[in-house]
């Protein structure tokens, strides 16, 4: 499985930025996907992800009412919304898949995902 983010850039607080995930592979439609972020000197920390079909969706609290996760398995993407950005939300966001055998579990540790995407940077000024 190969993952391509994009979207990042440079955006003032307030502003909004949709991250894109591109992915390879025949069964996209049979992985949980997950965005996660990393802050320098920071720990890897969950932001979201969301279910096989795209019913089930999981939220850090941090980010909930304003970014929005989502996926078409037909285009093989999954999408970040972000909405409100706050300075704090600066970070390399991460595309991740999980290939966990549940349509609706959910997991949020970043070593229960397998594989990931090179990063793209999101940037809030104050």
């Known amino acids: 499985v190969q993952l391509v983010e994009s979207g990042g850039g440079l955006v003032q607080a307030g502003g909004s930025l949709r991250l894109s995930c591109a992915a390879s592979g025949p069964t996209f439609s049979r992985y949980v996907m997950g965005w996660f972020r990393q802050a320098p000197g920071k720990e890897r920390e969950f932001v979201a992800a969301v279910s096989w079909s795209g019913g089930v969706t999981k939220y850090a609290d941090s980010v909930k009412g304003r970014f929005t996760i989502s996926r078409d398995n037909a285009k093989n993407t999954v999408w970040l919304q972000m909405n409100s950005l706050k300075p704090e939300d600066t970070a390399v966001y991460y595309c991740?898949?999980?290939?966990?055998?549940?349509?609706?579990?959910?997991?949020?540790?970043?070593?229960?995902?397998?594989?990931w995407g090179q990063g793209t940077q999101v940037t809030v000024s104050s």
């Open positions: 991740a898949v999980d290939p966990v055998m549940s349509p609706t579990m959910i997991r949020t540790t970043p070593g229960e995902y397998d594989y």
